[in-house]
């Protein structure tokens, strides 16, 4: 099985690698060509040290939420893909599964390029912290930044966010895979019945009989998402503060464990684990309708 589906990830990769490696690789290197003839603002004043950090911690982010949100904006289109390019024949001449096949979809979407684009975007940050700490105090500044300090750091947030992407993962899994069914059912039509469906019944609750449940549903849902990724983001802000006020060395490793020892007690959460059963009805249909659609 594993093997099997090893090589339905590999497809995923084969099929869509100048996408994603465009989507991570050229936001950094498209800044850093920039970087010599543009103005660099408001962060000169964080000291050499907190330049690097920013810097490092800054293209991590962005190159995984660019990244993030394109694999996710393909989701939708994949539920028919095999259908449409009509090589849905090829891969059921596999000893695969239909849940086998969709399963590295979604895997591969919303997990493994997520994961992949913010390690990419970490040894991006490294130059790209170089590079801004030269143009906001030259080269005597870079000289004077402790790199392994740095980057020993930020290692504890990259992993901290890491772990929050594969748990915000599981608290979009429901929305990801509603938008994918209807997709797979109503074709075109999918996503604007989706959401024409949620903002109707939205209003009609909210306005009529005057229940928010669908909203309060929603906000739960990106809630817990947004807690999932970094539970306390001001708190290392104001760690990092400090550090530069006082001059005292930083340790981002208790934060972290504490910071993901708060995303970890939200699984409890019963909007997650009623997420999560709409996310399997939602994975059910899906191989429901590839099965009866070949």
């Known amino acids: 099985m594993s093997t099997r589906f090893n090589t339905l990830i590999l497809r995923e990769w084969m099929q869509h690698k100048r996408g994603w490696l465009i989507t991570m690789l050229a936001p950094p290197a498209i800044f850093l060509a920039l970087l010599p003839?543009?103005?660099v603002e408001g962060i000169s004043?964080?000291?050499?040290?907190?330049?690097?950090?920013?810097?490092?911690?800054?293209?991590?982010?962005?190159v995984f939420g660019i990244s993030y949100a394109a694999a996710l904006f393909q989701l939708p289109g994949l539920a028919r893909?095999?259908?449409?390019?009509?090589?849905?024949?090829?891969?059921?001449?596999?000893?695969?599964?239909?849940?086998?096949?969709?399963?590295?979809?979604?895997?591969?979407?919303?997990?493994?390029?997520p994961l992949a684009a913010a390690l990419v975007g970490f040894a991006f940050g490294g130059l790209i912290a170089s590079g801004l700490v030269i143009k906001t105090g030259g080269l005597s500044s870079w000289a004077a930044v402790p790199w392994f300090s740095a980057i020993g750091i930020a290692i504890p947030v990259l992993l901290r966010g890491l772990l929050g992407i594969v748990l915000m993962s599981l608290w979009?899994?429901?929305?990801?895979?509603?938008?994918?069914?209807?997709s797979a059912w109503l074709k075109r039509w999918g996503?604007?019945?989706?959401?024409?469906?949620?903002?109707?019944?939205?209003?009609?609750?909210?306005?009529?009989?005057?229940l928010r449940i669908v909203w309060e549903v929603l906000g739960a849902q990106f809630e817990g998402a947004g807690?999932?990724?970094?539970?306390?983001?001001?708190?290392?802000?104001?760690?990092?503060?400090?550090?530069?006020?006082?001059?005292?060395?930083?340790?981002t490793l208790a934060w972290a464990r504490e910071d993901a020892q708060l995303a970890l007690q939200s699984l409890a959460s019963p909007h997650l684990i009623g997420g999560?059963?709409?996310?399997?009805?939602?994975?059910?249909?899906?191989v429901y309708k590839r099965n009866h659609n070949h």
């Open 81 to 113: 893909r095999d259908q449409q390019d009509r090589s849905i024949e090829f891969w059921l001449s596999l000893p695969a599964s239909h849940s086998e096949s969709i399963g590295a979809t979604v895997l591969m979407h919303a997990l493994l390029v």
């Open 172 to 182: 979009l899994a429901p929305l990801m895979l509603i938008v994918m069914t209807a």
């Open 37 to 39: 003839f543009g103005q």
């Open 191 to 210: 996503v604007p019945a989706v959401g024409i469906a949620v903002g109707v019944s939205g209003l009609v609750l909210d306005k009529i009989y005057g």
């Open 45 to 62: 004043e964080h000291g050499p040290l907190g330049v690097a950090l920013l810097g490092l911690l800054i293209c991590t982010a962005a």
């Open 276 to 286: 999560l059963l709409v996310a399997a009805g939602c994975f059910a249909l899906l």
């Open 227 to 251: 807690n999932a990724l970094l539970a306390s983001p001001e708190s290392l802000g104001q760690q990092m503060q400090q550090m530069e006020r006082t001059g005292t060395p930083l340790s």
